[in-house]
Nanobody, 123 residues
Framework: QVQLVESGGGLVQTGDSLRLACTAS????????MGWFRQAPGKERDFVAF????????VYVDSVKGRFTISRDNAKNTVYLQMNSLKPEDTAVYYC????????????????WGQGTQVTVSS
């Protein structure tokens, strides 16, 4: 069992930056692909980015490429999402998730989820 706890959300203005963190319990963090997803008001939850177990491979949704960076520190059991040049359309609850089987953007492949952290970008 893995427990994930997100932090770092908040209210910012257009163009600002935020760094989200997700810390996992347990000793097997490095065996999980980690992903970030987000759910905007009134919309379904969507993929944002994932990072491979070792951190040498990352994938992003097109809308955040060049603005967001996912990274991980396996020694700290933590995955990060650095978000720069934020836009109002980035407003959402952001979730981290852990997947033991594969590097994937499919939500159904992720076994464990955090509770989410709210990011609000004002115009």
């Amino acid at each position: 069992q893995v427990q994930l706890v997100e932090s770092g959300g908040g209210l910012v203005q257009t163009g600002d930056s935020l760094r989200l963190a997700c810390t996992a319990s347990g000793r097997t963090f490095s065996t999980y692909t980690m992903g970030w997803f987000r759910q905007a008001p009134g919309k379904e939850r969507d993929f944002v980015a994932f990072i491979s177990r070792s951190g040498d491979s990352t994938v992003y949704v097109d809308s955040v490429k060049g603005r967001f960076t996912i990274s991980r520190d396996n020694a700290k059991n933590t995955v990060y999402l650095q978000m720069n040049s934020l836009k109002p359309e980035d407003t959402a609850v952001y979730y981290c998730a852990a997947n033991r089987l594969s590097s994937t953007r499919r939500q159904s492949d992720y076994d464990y989820w955090g509770q989410g952290t709210q990011v609000t970008v004002s115009s």
